[in-house]
């Protein structure tokens, strides 16, 4: 079976810097990954990483059969990232957003509205701006989840949810404590 | 029908509040400088001459590229390229348009007293195939610039977009490139304008820089990596 996320060697470079040391790993459905990173704006860059979002300045990372950096939209379509900053907007901008994914997805709003309803009310004890992001992200079919910069204990919400899904975490040494990165590293990043 | 839909969806999410007071000021301009034109000819349409190539570059500018929501979709560089352009020419659109419907309406609405008539046909040329002066009217005259500038406009915009990207003195060259390209499309159509064939040739030139320019701007957001700084 081909592994959902495959990353071999990635490191991103900017200006000069190393901002990511190179990192393997593989992840198949089901299984959860956490990295952890020395700033906040490089666990970004590795959650992005992986999410087809940036491209690795070396190295290769593949989402299921497609190669990141050749075949962007056919990986993301596959992927359900979660951004660190909370969905800032009130009910009908919610609703608006979730319009826009489905003619962007091309999925079928109806379906859309009523994922993102059952995961809303499966993590009504979050905070409503992130439950939305999580929502969102969530919402369509997907088999590789992403958190930039994970919050405290939602990882295993997710997992819960989207039992067959992967999921990769990526997080700061630097984060505030009042929401430590205590993420379960099923398997091992080199 | 997938891409189309998902360009759409994006030029409408970019249409939001605040693009559309900046279309509403650039049409209460426009209609300012249009009626105004009927007054006193050149008044409205030199200053419509100047402003709409720096307005169409703003145009160019004004998109939020950097949106994280765009880079997580399942899209192409080009596909968010169409639709950052379908925003920034509508945009683009507004002034030299608004212009034109402003001066032919207050040109109909004042009949006789409009100081079009009283310039009367002065603007001639000579058809060089049959030696015989070309007569133009006022109005065609005014009606020609504000097309050629509309044009100009669009492909400032198209090329100010690529601007959007980047920062420091890259940015600032961009939009050099943005006003220097759209008040050249402006000089190829208005130096060719009584003769169709060249005419033709001056508008598919300034649409293939438009063109090129998208391209190249799509090119530019399939490489871009939205890293946080």
Sequence with gaps: MTPILRVSDAHFVRDGVELIAPFSLTLEDGQRAALTQPTPNAAKIAARIAAAIVKPTCGSVFISDFDTRLQPPQAKR????????????????????????????????????????????????????????????????????????????????????????????????????????????????? | MNALRATFAIARREMRPYWLYSVGARILLGAALGTLDTFRFGQGLIVMMILAVPLGVVAGLEPRIRDLTYFIAPLYGRQLARAYAVTAATAAFALPCAFLVANILSVRVLADSAIYHDIGFSWTSIDQSRGAPLQVPTEWLVAGVALAMTVASVIASLVGLSATLRRGLARTTYVALACLSGYFSFLIIAATAFDVPFLLGAFAAALLLGFLALRAFGETLARYDPVPY
Excluded: M
């Excluded at chain 1, 003619?103 to 009504?124: F, G, I, K, M, P």
């Excluded at chain 1, 088999?143 to 992967?166: D, F, K, M, Q, S």
């Design chain 1, 78 to 190: 596959l992927v359900g990232f979660v951004p660190a900053d909370g969905f800032e907007g009130s009910t009908r901008t919610f609703a608006r957003e979730l319009k826009f994914r489905a003619q962007v997805w091309n999925l079928e709003l109806a379906t859309l509205e009523r994922s993102a309803a059952d995961v809303l009310a499966a993590l009504e004890d979050l905070k409503l701006e992130y439950a939305r992001t999580v929502a969102l992200a969530l919402a369509p079919d997907v088999h590789l989840i992403v958190l930039e910069c994970a919050r405290y204990g939602v990882v295993e919400r997710i997992a819960t949810l989207r039992p067959n899904a992967a999921i990769f975490a990526s997080s700061a040494t630097n984060a505030p404590t009042t929401h430590p990165p205590v993420i379960e590293f099923a398997v091992t990043v080199t």
